[in-house]
């Protein structure tokens, strides 16, 4: 069984588009995080979502907005894309906090043209 | 701010061959991670470790945690192809990942 899923594995779009990544767990963990890597490899966290509340938001545009509908699931919404939207976005999850083992998802490659 | 920094950036050797990577941080870690990410996958937890002076060994990887807790080594024996991908040590609470180290193992 797949830990940390996300859909969709590719993703390709115009810029100006609007487009949601899916993440789903089912580890019974509290906390959810997405992370946007570069191309440069870069892994930087975005958001973190403990028991569906947001306790992590680092500077991230408000395009980008994180839903989470209940514990198991963190979606990103992204408005009006910008070619700099263009990264493999992380999806992860961890029982409590960050100092916990983080399972990671196996990422959303988005390419914006 | 806190800063964390990987060493070196890209390695490229041949199977056999050793290498060390090096984590440092301006900051104490409570506790360190490392995490190896394979090309086209998310990162995987390949060892915690905890105290000051601490040595963990993973068949092949050494990880070595500084007694001051602000910097940690990786050792890989004998290189082998499956070694290839990006090795990260996560700055804790802040999670601050960085760059990482990639390393490249050729036959």
């Known amino acids: 069984d797949t830990a940390v899923s996300q859909t969709p594995k590719y993703l390709v779009t115009q810029m100006g588009n609007d487009k949601s990544i899916k993440c789903e767990q089912n580890?019974?963990?509290?906390?959810m995080y997405w992370y946007k890597q570069d191309s440069k490899k870069f892994l930087k966290i975005m958001f973190s979502?403990?028991?569906?509340?947001?306790?992590i938001n680092e500077t991230v545009p408000n395009r980008f907005s994180p839903k989470s509908p209940d514990k198991a699931h963190l979606n990103l919404h992204i408005n009006s894309l910008e070619l700099g939207d263009s990264a493999v976005y992380f999806c992860?999850?961890?029982?409590?906090?960050?100092?916990?083992?983080?399972?990671f998802g196996p990422g959303t490659r988005l390419t914006v043209l | 701010t806190q800063l964390l920094e990987q060493s070196p950036q890209f390695l490229s050797i041949q199977e056999g061959e050793n290498l060390t990577v090096y984590c440092n941080s301006s900051s104490v870690f409570s506790s360190l991670q490392w995490y190896r990410q394979e090309p086209g996958e998310g990162p995987v937890l390949l060892v915690t470790v905890v105290t000051g002076g601490e040595v963990k060994k993973l068949k092949r990887l050494t990880f070595q945690f500084g007694d001051a807790r602000k910097d940690s080594s990786l050792h890989i024996t004998a290189a082998q192809t499956g070694d290839t991908g990006l090795y990260l040590c996560p700055l804790g609470t802040a999670l601050i990942f960085g760059k990482g180290t990639t390393l490249s193992v050729s036959s």
């Open positions: 580890l019974g963990h509290d906390t």
């Open positions: 992860a999850s961890s029982q409590h906090g960050a100092t916990d083992t983080q399972y």
């Open positions: 979502y403990n028991n569906k509340e947001l306790i």
